[in-house]
């Protein structure tokens, strides 16, 4: 079956440090893939997302890049702000009739100081 | 863009009662919805495929007679906590799929609370 495996949280970090969160994932076929952000008390918000080989998310300053040789989607971000501080899943959903069915990593809570 | 609605956002309820969520596309046909759950510092896990005019399709050990889903229009599914317990407090999150784009998008969430 598919799984997402992200990196383990939680991370805290400086205003202005650079950040990475790991994910890697097994799949069968092509699997498009999926950024996930949720804010304390909110529900789940698309970050970005890559639908096939060496495509490049990127939205708000973050990026991930589809790599298949590695089966990973690493997120990274340049300069994270207080306000990035929230929980970060990675996710997968398979084509075909099974598109939007999403299988989510662990989740990685990000805190972000001033 | 398209949202897509949950309601309630929040419920306390008593053990043995029924809860009924409900989840709206506001400005697209929804043929298709997924139910998720969610324990506290967890990931989301699908509990079902809710599709429109048919029956839901259930994930591997969840219990369907308990977990009662109901898509009877094409812009509106609910999902119903029958008989409800403390190990049923959770938080449940919806999405729907627009097919057209092939967007999904996700409800604000509803935080059971069985006492």
């Known amino acids: 079956g598919n799984s997402v495996t992200q990196m383990e949280g939680p991370v805290t970090l400086s205003e202005e440090a650079f950040l990475t969160i790991n994910c890697t994932y097994t799949a069968t076929g092509y699997p498009s893939l999926f950024w996930y952000v949720q804010y304390p008390g909110e529900g789940l918000q698309l970050l970005l997302k890559?639908?096939?080989?060496?495509d490049k998310g990127s939205n708000k300053g973050f990026e991930a890049t589809y790599r298949k040789e590695t089966t990973s989607f690493h997120l990274e971000k340049g300069s994270v702000q207080v306000s990035d501080s929230a929980v970060y899943f990675c996710a997968l959903t398979a084509g075909g009739t099974s598109y939007g069915k999403l299988t989510f990593g662990q989740g990685t809570i990000l805190t972000v100081h001033p | 863009g398209a949202v897509v609605s949950q309601h309630p956002s929040r419920v306390i309820c008593k053990s043995g009662t029924s809860v009924k969520i409900e989840c709206r596309s506001l400005d697209f046909q929804a043929t298709t919805m997924f139910w998720y759950r969610q324990f506290p510092k967890q990931s989301l896990m699908l509990m079902a495929t809710s599709n429109e005019g048919s029956k839901a399709t259930y994930e591997q050990g969840v219990e369907k007679d308990k977990f009662l889903i109901n898509h009877a229009s094409l812009t509106l599914s609910t999902l119903t906590v029958t008989s409800a317990h403390p190990e049923d407090s959770s938080f449940y999150i919806c999405?729907?799929?627009?097919?057209?784009?092939?967007?999904?998008?996700f409800g604000s969430g509803t935080q059971l609370s069985v006492l």
């Open positions: 999405s729907a799929l627009d097919r057209g784009d092939e967007k999904l998008f």
């Open positions: 890559a639908t096939k080989a060496d």
